[in-house]
């Protein structure tokens, strides 16, 4: 039987409807989603790829730890936002972690070149939402679209560019025997 709840390490509405548009067409299932705001153990900001996988995960095991066992046929999904220095320039992206029955599948999703200005703002310890919003004089616009939807002018958004990501990550759960963790 699947279970019929995912909880998603956030509060934020884009990241719950991601997981719960994801996992329930992939899994073609009905399922609810409950966002859960637990710590990724990371910057508010993460600065490299590292730092944002590692918050992905932080967050997932804060929800397991919450639950301390209490669902263990539950699905289990965090997304963390973050932004590093590639060859071709600043750029953001979000890792995606799913939990699910003691299987992991964590993979990042497509990256975004950030202006040079916005990634300056970045290293002075600002948020990328709040950046995004005074530049496109937007309120709260990290719930919304974010940044993707601002500079691809919504032909991509936060919430699709995270179902891509996660829907990637699914395929471990399809195809189980031939994955190995």
């Known amino acids: 039987m699947i279970p019929d709840t995912i909880y998603v390490g956030s509060k934020n509405p884009v990241k719950i ?33 590292a730092e944002t996988r590692e918050g992905a995960i932080n967050r997932v095991k804060a929800m397991l730890s919450l639950h301390e066992g209490s669902f263990p046929d539950s699905w289990y999904v965090a997304i963390e936002g973050g932004v590093d220095v590639f060859e071709d320039g600043p750029a953001t992206f979000a890792y995606v972690a799913i939990y699910h029955e003691g299987h992991w599948s964590v993979t990042r999703s497509a990256s975004l070149p950030l202006p040079v200005a916005v990634f300056q703002a970045l290293q002075r310890g600002e948020e990328l939402g709040p950046v995004m919003d005074a530049l496109f004089d937007t309120v709260n616009v990290k719930q919304k679209g974010g940044a993707i939807g601002l500079l691809t002018l919504n032909h991509a958004t936060r919430q699709s560019v995270y179902e891509v990501a996660l829907t990637l990550a699914m395929a471990k759960f399809h195809f189980p025997d031939l994955y190995t963790d």
């Open 17 to 49: 409807n991601a997981a719960l548009n994801t996992l329930s067409d992939t899994l073609e299932h009905d399922f609810d989603a409950e966002g859960i705001s637990v710590e990724s153990g990371v910057a508010e900001q993460p600065m490299s790829e």
